[in-house]
């Protein structure tokens, strides 16, 4: 589906508000990671070039609706200010009288970035009076969230209700891009590699992907229920039990469509992630009562590694163990380095998932995976199929 694209905006002299992810990480009030709001920099360019004055909004972090001055955007304007070699205004809320009269001195080419909006609770109830202070100053809306484009908060859909619609920026056009051509026309043979903790959320990934894959390969968490319902034991694992129907479901759809299901064949296991000094790794059939499946086995490594070198695209989303805790990395790790080093090798890799981008990150890969999504819940919905509300609001009503 194509939505309205900042491209078709008539910018000039326009005066535009620009929903962004500014959401970056936070320690004593200085950004320790600056990747969100570099991500947003050529939309803010091609914006301003084309003389339009911006209101920037985000919310950042989780304030629970009141006002918190260690989330404020505050460090965030100063950023971006250094970045683009210009000053940016800040305005201590994001609606009422002083953002007005900033509003009101904005010329052509001048920034100003709002406060967080999570500290007011009406950000998150899609409350339209609170949408109406909020487009008070602007003629157009942009959407260039696209870590938080699967949410229906009120700077999302009803900003674009209220002015008839919007426009995506370049970070959300390229995303769509990248998930929309590997959706409809993947290079084949096409391959899934999922793993995290929950099989539920999974499940309507895979239920939307099957019939288009060559290959799903399972690991993290959510592969107990699977193993579980193939009649292994997983001890203390993981496990969704009364996902146990639907694990089974998907094993016979897959043999319906001729896809291979690649499980975990060894598991590193430890009585809790607690205790990785007990870390051991047995075969997958071979989980003893009391031990938790923590992590793949390197031979799983191996064998996930193969199945990707077959492949000419791959999407990852979820990592195959603890990963936050040492040694139960190795395997999110491992595969890490299988998707960099076929990458090399001309194959489409995807890493969608917040998770697994922040272990790519760590281990240092990301130059070399095709693409890295910046919106782990977003590019889910985007692999589960879903059409995503905030987008639709960007039509305004038009078809
Ligand atoms: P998700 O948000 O579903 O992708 O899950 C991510 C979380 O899954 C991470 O915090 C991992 O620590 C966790 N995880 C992955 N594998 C396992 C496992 N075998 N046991 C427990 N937690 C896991």
Redesign the pocket.
């Known amino acids: 589906m194509k939505y309205p694209a900042l491209q078709d905006a008539e910018l000039s002299g326009r005066r535009v508000f620009l929903r962004a992810d500014l959401n970056v990480p936070l320690k004593d009030g200085r950004i320790v990671d600056d990747t969100r709001i570099k991500a947003i920099l050529p939309t803010i360019r091609y914006l301003l070039d084309r003389g339009a004055s911006l209101i920037i909004a985000s919310h950042l972090g989780r304030p629970g609706g009141v006002s918190n001055p260690e989330l404020s955007l505050a460090p965030v304007a100063d950023r971006l200010g250094e970045l683009l070699g210009k000053k940016v205004l800040f305005a201590p809320d994001c609606i009422g009288a002083r953002v007005n009269t900033i509003a009101a001195s904005l010329n052509s080419g001048d920034i100003l970035l709002l406060e967080n909006l999570r500290f007011h609770p009406e950000e998150k109830q899609g409350d339209m009076d609170f949408a109406r202070k909020l487009a008070s100053n602007s003629d157009i809306y942009v959407n260039d969230a696209f870590g938080t484009i699967h949410r229906s908060h009120t700077s999302l859909t009803g900003i674009p209700a209220l002015l008839k619609g919007g426009y995506t920026g370049l970070l959300v056009q390229k995303e769509l891009k990248v998930f929309g051509e590997m959706l409809s026309s993947p290079v084949r043979p096409f391959s899934l590699l999922l793993?995290?903790?929950?099989v539920s959320?999974k499940i309507p990934v895979i239920d939307n992907l099957l019939s288009r894959l060559d290959h799903l390969m399972i690991g993290?968490?959510?592969a107990?229920t699977f193993m579980k319902e193939m009649g292994m034991s997983v001890g203390t694992?993981?496990l969704e039990l009364d996902r146990l129907g639907a694990a089974r479901q998907i094993l016979n759809d897959a043999d319906k469509y001729g896809v291979d299901i690649h499980l975990p064949l060894d598991i590193v296991i430890a009585p809790s992630?607690g205790r990785p000094d007990l870390a051991r790794t047995v075969p997958a059939n071979s989980i003893p009562d009391g031990m938790?499946?923590?992590?793949i086995g390197p031979d799983t490594v191996e064998e996930f590694g193969k199945i990707i070198g077959k492949s000419c695209t791959v999407v990852w989303?979820?990592?195959?163990?603890?990963?936050?805790i040492p040694p139960f990395d190795s395997g999110t790790r491992g595969v890490a380095k299988a998707l960099a080093e076929v990458t090399g090798n001309g194959t489409v890799t995807v890493v969608g998932?917040?998770?697994s981008v922040r272990a790519v990150m760590e281990a240092g890969l990301e130059d070399s995976i095709t693409f890295v999504s910046t919106g782990g819940g977003a590019s889910l919905k985007l692999l589960q199929g879903m059409e995503l509300p905030a987008l639709v609001a960007l039509k305004g009503g038009r078809q």
């Open positions: 793993g995290g903790a929950k959320d993290g968490g959510m107990f694992s993981l992630a938790a499946g923590l992590d989303n979820g990592p195959m163990g603890v990963f936050e998932g917040g998770d």
